[in-house]
């Protein structure tokens, strides 16, 4: 699943597209075709990213809200679009500048301001928002129980981050996945907090995830696989010290930590 990063570069990339333009709107699949129809022909206002979330904002007052998931991918096509693929294109937005199709997404719906704003009360602050505070997020990590490793993808307690960010982020803090968040720091966790942020910053910049830090070590700058520009994430041996990473299954996903590194 897209972590937070590839949807506000997602954001980035369509906003000079499609924002501002009256954009033809429609559903080659058929299962998007009656919400489609509400804002074929509407000028895009804004498309706004919050955490693993999309919302696109229509002049008519409508509000659309993509949710990738592990299956939902966008692809650009400029000048001339291509046909799309029968029942693959769930949504295909056009305008005089590109094509833009959806295929395979958890949710692709029109709805109104007031159900954006319920799915957004569901989730916590995303750190690639400018108007985003770390204040509940710490909070909400300080007083449970839970490991801090599960927390970090919990959605409804921070917005955006998913597996890789949350062992690279630990990682780096020298904390480990399964202490509980009870038992962390004010101090650790706001550092948490602005590693998780950092990291997300670039990975909107390039456009992938690349963890290390660049002053420490190479980062392949061509095609790289995976664990190939992290510390512990998808490693046999942990790129710092050299022993074993080991993982942890937390929040329904296996998380990936050096013992030596990362000490309970």
Known sequence: MPEGHTIHRIAKDHTPLLVGQVVGVSSPQGRFAADAALVDGVELRRIEPFGKHLFYWWANGLVGHVHLGLFGKFRV????????????????????????????????????ADERDAIVRRLGPDPL??????????????????????????????????????????????????????????????????????????????????????????????????????YVYHRDLCLRCGTAVQTVALGGRACYFCPTCQQG
């Open 77 to 112: 096509s400029h000048g001339h679009a291509t046909a799309p693929v029968q029942g693959l294109v769930r949504m295909r937005l056009q305008t005089p500048l590109a094509t833009v199709d959806l295929a395979g997404p958890t949710d692709c719906s029109i709805g109104s």
């Open 129 to 230: 928002r400018r108007d985003a505070s770390p204040t509940s997020a710490i909070e909400r990590m300080r007083r449970s129980a839970q490991p801090i490793g599960a927390l970090l993808l919990d959605q409804k307690v921070l917005a955006g981050v998913g597996n890789v960010y949350r062992a690279e982020a630990l990682f780096v803090n020298g904390i480990h996945p399964s202490r509980p968040g009870r038992q962390c720091s004010v101090d650790e966790l706001t550092a948490l907090w602005r590693t998780i942020a950092a990291m997300l910053r670039q990975g909107v910049k390039d456009n992938r995830i690349i963890t290390i830090d660049r002053r420490e070590f190479r980062v392949n700058r061509g095609q790289a696989r995976r664990g190939e520009n992290t």
